[in-house]
């Protein structure tokens, strides 16, 4: 659906609103998926392997994530040059009060930490009742102190804001088109998860992805904005990281 033309000033595109849906197809999404995280960062990596075969783990986890982000500039710019008003349709723009945005905030921070609280005793009291209870592999077990170091400057600076213009900006946008409010927090929350694909084998962690991608897909509808859950997202990411570092590793 391409972008409608102000009668009031002929030749003029004016900008869509923050709920309308975007012009680009389910097509689209899936192809930026696929190149920004496993075509065109797999091809970099394998580039930069070639030219230094005995890099490090966590020099080679800099440049796998640095290359991601690069990856995703570029298909946003793209996507903005093809289409325009980019943070219109990904919903970055501020339509309604701030005041609106920051209340919508607190109360996404209160549910999805509180979720993810409730989530943590109930494992722990599980555990405790059934010892034997296999939950799955620690995702990072196999990383050094370094590398989760490493993990952890980019689940904390990059990772909120990039995964929530990926996922319920560009991803559920979309599917909204398809299968509307519903399916789309439905959909998306399952694309969500798979993308997590180191959460796979540790059910304890699995239900934390599901319940916060759950949690931040349902306010995109809510507020049909990015700005609570980009805020909410880090602020879940950063406890989650103080906590990783803290314990032994």
Not at 31 to 53: A, E, F, H, K, Q
Request: aromatic share 14%; hydrophobic share 50%; net charge positive.
């Amino acid at each position: 659906m391409p972008p409608v033309k102000s009668a009031l000033s002929p030749g003029t595109v004016s900008a869509p609103s923050s709920d309308q849906l975007p012009p680009w197809d389910l097509y689209t999404v899936l192809v930026c998926l696929l190149s920004g995280y496993i075509l065109i960062p797999l091809l970099l990596s394998n580039i930069l392997l070639l030219i230094d075969p005995f890099m490090g783990p966590v020099r080679k986890m800099i440049l796998e994530q640095g290359v991601t982000v690069l990856t995703w500039l570029i298909i946003f710019g793209g996507l903005h040059w093809r289409y325009g008003h980019l943070p219109h349709y990904l919903g970055l723009s501020m339509t309604r009060p701030r005041q609106y945005y920051q209340w919508e905030t607190i109360l996404l921070i209160l549910l999805s930490s509180g979720l993810t609280l409730i989530l943590s005793l109930l494992w722990a009291a599980l555990e405790q009742w059934w010892p034997g209870l296999n939950l799955g592999t620690d995702p990072y077990a196999h990383f050094s102190r370094s590398q989760i170091w490493a993990m952890s400057l980019f689940a904390v600076f990059t990772a909120p804001f990039l995964e929530e213009l990926i996922f319920r900006g560009l991803v559920q946008s979309t599917l909204h088109q398809r299968w509307g409010r519903v399916g789309s927090v439905f959909y998306g929350s399952i694309i969500f998860m798979l993308f997590h694909g180191s959460y796979l084998n540790n059910l304890k962690a699995l239900t934390h992805v599901i319940v916060i991608g759950l949690c931040f897909a349902i306010w995109r509808e809510r507020t049909r904005s990015l700005i609570p859950g980009m805020v909410a997202h880090w602020f879940n990411n950063f406890l989650a990281t103080i906590l990783m570092l803290s314990t032994p590793h």
